[in-house]
């Protein structure tokens, strides 16, 4: 199982932009899906946006338009580009990895939006 750590969350002011990174501790080359949910307090799990091996996206509909998922096979890494950012994305940021029938959780990252 891979594991995953994930880094650049914190604190923004509403409007501003963060960028969240993820590092996975093998190759993802044969990694089928990486990505991004969110977990906000009282909520449920949410997705946010992945990405297949194929370059294919998938976004939530509350973050289209305003984030950005990609990954780079050279470090192994998935980002996610946050822009425009508000209150309501407040919430724990986790990195997810598919691998067939596998799957991978990091342990999370905050972001907090507020003025």
């Known amino acids: 199982q891979v594991q995953l ?9 509403p409007g501003g932009s ?10 993802i080359d044969n ?8 977990q906000a ?14 370059g294919n996206t998938n976004y939530g509909d509350s ?7 990609s990954r780079d096979t050279a470090l192994n890494t998935v980002n996610l ?4 950012l508000k209150p309501e994305d ?5 990195c997810y ?6 799957r991978s959780w990091g342990q999370g990252t905050q972001v907090t939006i507020s003025s």
Not at 18 to 27: K, P
Not at 81 to 84: L, R
Request: hydrophobic share 40%.
């Open 5 to 13: 750590v994930e880094s650049g969350g914190g604190l923004v002011q």
């Open 18 to 27: 963060l960028r969240l990174s993820c590092a996975a501790s093998q190759s």
């Open 31 to 38: 990694i089928n899906v990486m990505g991004w949910y969110r």
């Open 41 to 54: 307090p009282g909520k449920q799990r949410e997705l946010v946006a992945v990405i297949s091996n194929t």
């Open 63 to 69: 973050v289209k338009g305003r984030f950005t998922v």
């Open 81 to 84: 580009q946050m822009n425009s």
């Open 90 to 94: 407040t919430a724990v940021y986790f």
């Open 97 to 102: 990895a598919a691998r067939g029938f596998s």
